[in-house]
């Protein structure tokens, strides 16, 4: 069993950054790819991107125009969600997940609400 942690978000303006944590219980954190979710208000869960277990090579989702920025402390147990240039349509509660292979997400974290400000 995977128990994962988000931490990081808040409210802060447009223009603004934000860093997101999800840290990792247990022994097994390396072993998993990792992704990041968000859900707005209203709207359905989207994927934001992710990165892979072994070689931490991270992918995006195309709507994420390169403000976003993943990465991964395997000896933390810890992955990172890098947010910069924040929009109001950021907006919305950031969850991690984690599973093998890459898209089928077994565990999930609680999420974190990020909110942005006009």
């Known amino acids: 069993q995977v128990q994962l942690i988000e931490s990081g978000g808040g409210l802060v303006q447009a223009g603004g950054s934000l860093r997101l944590s999800c840290a990792s219980s247990?022994?097994?954190?390396?072993?998993?790819?990792m992704g990041w979710f968000r859900q707005a208000p209203g709207k359905e869960r989207e994927f934001v991107g992710g990165?892979?277990?072994?070689?931490?090579?991270?992918f995006y989702a195309d709507s994420m125009e390169g403000r976003f920025t993943i990465s991964r402390d395997n000896a933390k147990n810890t992955m990172y969600l890098q947010m910069n240039s924040l929009k109001p349509e950021d907006t919305g509660v950031y969850y991690c997940?984690?599973?093998?292979?890459?898209?089928?997400?077994?565990?999930w974290g609680q999420g974190t609400q990020v909110t942005v400000s006009s």
């Open positions: 247990g022994r097994t954190f390396s072993t998993y790819h």
């Open positions: 997940a984690a599973g093998v292979p890459v898209g089928r997400w077994a565990y």
């Open positions: 990165i892979t277990r072994s070689t931490g090579n991270p």
